[in-house]
């Protein structure tokens, strides 16, 4: 599982780490043994034995990742959440005694998401850039991100295998996070803009790059980055999980329920929608003038 990272004498380590990653499938597999690797690592480059670490030395490491590679709170407080995870399956599995990270401490986490989506004007501008664009894949791109919400690596994953029709609606099979599968209904502009990336073609991927292989992350963030620049939108920093976020806020600025938004984007929790929320502050949409709206004959 982690060959680089432990030798034929560290046996328990590996199978500990096996034994943690079963628990979980597809991206949710991935990017868990992604931050799990990331702390395997930290431990051999100061020799420290994983399985024999304390509790001060779980903390070193929170220090380390705050201080010194300054990671956002949210990054320090999910590498925790997977080491913890990883510890308490290891005592579970009675491989060790406690877990040392049992009483670490986790950074803050705030409430309102540091990363913003695009206003509605920039989403129209991308839009408008996208739909102009000789690369028929860009449009079909910003359209899957910020009117579906898809995530990068379902936008990116999508076939044309998975396009479909269920009770009347034009649909796409999205393969989620922890491979879970849901249905996505497609209005009449998505529809167009994924039939006119995908052609003639019978199967493989929706998107594609300039080589016509299926498109990954890389290359999706250096379109939008084109098509921001194109569109005139200059902020310091474009990639594709701003357009999940204008999907949020832009649907609670058009009035759709929290319930409902929370459904759209997938969210287990109704708190992480809100965090997605930029505009959460607008006084606009403030609960206040629909009360007073409905009580108008009485004031």
């Not at 956002?72 to 406690?98: K, N």
């Not at 860009?138 to 479909?164: K, Y």
């Not at 922890?178 to 996505?184: D, F, N, Q, S, T």
Request: net charge positive.
């Amino acid at each position: 599982m982690f060959p680089v990272l432990v030798d034929a004498t560290t046996d328990p380590l590996v199978k500990a780490v096996a034994a943690y990653l079963t628990r979980y499938r597809g991206q949710s597999r991935v990017h868990s043994e992604s931050d799990l690797r990331a702390f395997l690592v930290w431990c051999q480059e100061r020799g420290l034995a994983p399985l024999e670490a304390s509790r001060a030395q779980i903390e070193l490491y929170v220090r380390w990742m705050q201080e010194v590679r300054h990671f956002q709170p949210s990054t320090v407080s999910r590498r925790v959440s997977v080491m913890a995870g990883f510890y308490r399956t290891c005592v579970i599995d009675q491989v060790i005694a406690a877990s040392p990270a049992e009483y670490v401490r986790r950074p803050n986490v705030p409430a309102e998401s540091l990363t913003l989506g695009l206003s509605h004007l920039q989403f129209e501008a991308l839009l408008s850039a996208s739909r102009v664009s000789v690369n028929v894949n860009d449009f079909a791109l910003v359209v899957m991100l910020g009117l579906l919400g898809l995530r990068i690596f379902e936008a990116c994953g999508a076939s044309i295998e998975d396009l479909g029709e269920e009770h009347g609606h034009r649909v796409l099979k999205v393969h989620g996070k922890g491979g879970k599968v849901v249905l996505a209904p497609l209005p009449p502009a998505v529809q167009r803009a994924i039939e006119r990336a995908v052609a003639e073609r019978a199967e493989g991927p929706i998107l594609l790059n300039r080589r016509g292989v299926r498109m990954d992350r890389h290359a999706a963030t250096r379109r939008l980055k084109h098509l921001a620049e194109s569109a005139g939108i200059h902020l310091p920093r474009m990639h594709p999980h701003m357009l999940r976020h204008t999907f949020v806020t832009t649907m609670l600025d058009a009035g759709v329920d929290l319930r409902d938004v929370q459904i759209a984007a997938r969210h287990a929790d109704p708190r992480t929608t809100m965090r997605y929320d930029r505009a959460r502050k607008n006084l606009d949409r403030h609960p206040n003038y629909i009360l007073a709206a409905f009580m108008a004959s009485g004031t």
